[in-house]
């Protein structure tokens, strides 16, 4: 606890020293222009970062992904670049976050209660919410009942809903506990970074119910779900660059963290030592925080591999982030991940896999690799520095693994790939392929960027296909354009129907405005929601994949807790359904504007 306080203490926000912008356009030019004005891959473009706040991009150069970018810049070189982007000073945006405080205390937190409990809602990932508190036949009359503006920061992760309670989190590090029914806010915490994955809730002893979650200095945290205040702190991974995207899963008193990194986008630096994290899931005690196993996607220490074009020694092998939320296979006693690409030119067989381990021990027990040979780092100059000789597509395993019993009794792993490609795994036979289809076109943008679940005997997936990287020969593009979603029989992989994207008509115009659906869906009897980065979000009844609800949160809503929520592309976690309510992040994409919205639905009664 001490260690936190210190560390924010550190990254306390200094009070602003009227920056100039032109002294910011010139550090612009100079460090950041080379990747934001020519975007390619995963880089924002330089528009969508003055949408975003000035904590959450001072935040992003001081704790978050571009402090390597960052590296060597003054407190006053930061300043300027806030204020050249947003226009606004540091500490200067956006309303209060402690306003619009709930009158009373909140009562006891029931984890009983049919919420939606961190990323997966359960522990196989299905994202399905058998106990909705809202019939099919409801859909179509949801209304918005109120709506949340994140503080000067971007919406992102996932709205988690147990009990009465609501708790979201923000790109500048707020974690926020609002009451689920109306959003008034009881209690806030500050994380060192963003919290870009979902929460989770779960009991330490008798007494304390604690909300856990992990942010993108790679730390953990433990706070007091009733009050906010912390319990404990921890950084399983040891790694400078490491951090945490995918949401700890909790399970039996232990919390299985993932682990991935900006390692990637350190690399743009010729003078960087290309590459030595390793992605790992890692297990701790979820009443201290102690890790009581680690276990790495690759299992070979990286060693020394010569050097990069720039004369650099470079190592290897490096990558297979785990980017998602792990699954719990209780029968088995096993964890799957799925992993992302290589970093290194040493090549491995855990990158873009999906990978077990042994719940009890962390003993990695079989790997199954979709794409070999995918080198990619964030490549300015191809020839130069640490690009990869042959730059490789990026094809992650980006979302959770889903775990399904079908109806003859035998179980299924099911994975998207950013290659567009879900596939079917035989849990029983060490993970072997059973099944692949090809539903998108793939790229770094996903292919399957988020989008899956699974109700039933049917899987859903939502297809992103944004700005495609790679050619594909004409027989193999399914479907032609971004977006769409589509079932498939979890025994087969066959489609069993296919919702092509309605051509994207976006609140703000036509610039940035696509249909590609790269968010996280979720699904309730008989209704399955998907958001398109259109910044609409729709409920496509399960059985034909007919739009039953279409409703567009590309807007500026007011807000509960003052002034204005703004909607924007929805991208990222997508929707949480509980208690008769559907809450959905709308701004949470780079491609289409960022917004700060948080949106709650209900039927009208
Ligand atoms: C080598 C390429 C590169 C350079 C140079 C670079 N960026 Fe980035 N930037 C990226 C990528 C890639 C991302 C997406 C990172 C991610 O999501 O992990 C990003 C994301 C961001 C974000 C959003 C971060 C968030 O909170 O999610 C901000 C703000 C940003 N960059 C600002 C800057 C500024 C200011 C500079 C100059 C000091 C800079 N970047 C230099 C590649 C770059």
């Known amino acids: 606890m001490k260690f936190l306080a210190a560390l924010l203490f550190c990254l306390a926000i200094p009070a602003a020293a009227a920056p100039s912008a032109d002294n910011g356009a010139a550090l612009f030019t100079d460090h950041c222009a080379s990747c934001h004005d020519h975007p390619t891959g995963r880089i924002p473009p330089h528009y969508a970062l003055s949408h975003l706040g000035p904590d959450q991009v001072y935040r992003a150069l001081k704790t978050g992904p571009m ?38 205390p909140g009562g006891p937190i029931d984890l009983d209660a049919p919420g939606w409990n961190g990323w997966g809602r359960d522990l196989e990932n299905t994202r399905y919410q058998p106990d909705p508190g809202l019939a099919a036949a409801d859909v179509p009359k949801l209304k918005l009942k109120w709506a949340f503006a994140y503080p000067g920061s971007q919406a992102i992760g996932l709205p988690v809903a147990v009990g009465d309670r609501l708790f979201v989190s923000a790109v500048d590090g707020h974690v926020f506990a609002l009451d689920a029914k109306t959003g008034c806010t009881y209690w806030t915490f500050q994380a060192a970074s963003a919290v870009k994955g979902a929460t989770t809730v779960g009991k330490i002893g008798a007494n304390t119910t604690a909300l856990f979650f992990g942010d993108m200095t790679g730390s953990v945290y433990a706070v007091d779900a009733m009050t906010g205040k912390p319990i404990w702190t921890a950084k399983p991974e040891p790694h400078p660059l490491a951090q945490i995207r ?3 899963k909790l399970f039996e008193g232990r919390l ?14 010729p003078a960087y030592p290309c590459c030595n994290f390793r992605g790992s899931v890692n297990a701790l005690d979820a ?3 102690k890790v009581i196993w680690r276990g790495f996607t690759i299992a070979e220490t990286p060693r020394p591999a010569g050097k990069n074009a720039a004369g650099t020694p470079i190592q290897g092998p490096a990558g297979a982030s785990v980017w998602s939320s792990p699954t719990i296979d209780v029968k088995r006693r096993r964890i799957y991940v799925g992993s992302g690409n290589s970093y290194s030119v040493v090549e491995n067989e855990a990158t873009d896999a999906v990978i077990a381990f042994d719940l009890d021990t962390g003993k990695r027990l079989w790997v199954t690799q979709a794409t070999p040979h995918d080198t990619w780092v964030m490549c300015v100059k191809p020839g130069t520095g640490n690009c990869p000789v042959k730059i490789g597509p990026d094809f992650d395993f980006g979302s959770s693994t889903i775990l399904r019993t079908l109806s003859d009794g035998r179980q299924m792993i099911m994975a998207g790939q950013k290659a567009g490609i879900v596939y079917g795994f035989d849990p029983d036979h060490d993970g072997k392929i059973v099944w692949q289809d090809k539903v998108g076109l793939g790229g770094a943008f996903g292919g399957i960027e988020h989008g899956m679940a699974a109700e039933g005997d049917r899987l859903f997936v939502a297809v992103s296909d944004f700005t495609p990287t ?10 032609h354009k971004a977006g769409g979603i589509i079932a498939l029989d979890p025994a087969t992989g066959k489609s069993l129907w296919h919702t092509p994207a309605p051509d994207p008509v976006c609140s703000w115009g036509a610039d940035s405005c696509s249909a590609a659906q790269a968010a ?23 059985g034909t994949g007919a739009v039953v609800w279409d409703f567009d949160a590309g807007h500026s809503f007011p807000a509960v807790n003052g002034g204005k929520a703004n909607g924007g592309a929805i991208s990222g976690y997508g929707q949480t359904i509980a208690g008769g309510m559907v809450y959905l992040n709308s701004g949470g994409g780079y491609f289409g504007p960022p917004g700060n919205a948080l949106l709650a639905f209900a039927v009208e009664k």
């Open 246 to 248: 995918g949401t700890p």
């Open 67 to 104: 402090r390597p970018q960052a590296a060597g810049l003054s407190e006053a070189d930061l300043g300027a670049l806030v204020f050249f982007l947003t226009h606004q000073a540091v500490g200067a945006a956006g309303s209060d976050p402690a306003a619009n405080l709930c009158a009373k």
């Open 256 to 269: 299985y963290v993932p682990v991935s990194s900006d390692e990637e986008n350190a690399s743009a630096d």
């Open 470 to 479: 790679i050619a594909v020969p004409a027989d193999q593009l399914v479907p």
């Open 520 to 542: 996280s869906i979720s699904v309730i009897p008989g209704v399955v929601f998907s958001g398109s980065l259109d910044g609409h979000l729709r409920a496509y009844d399960t």
């Open 287 to 289: 009443a201290t925080g």
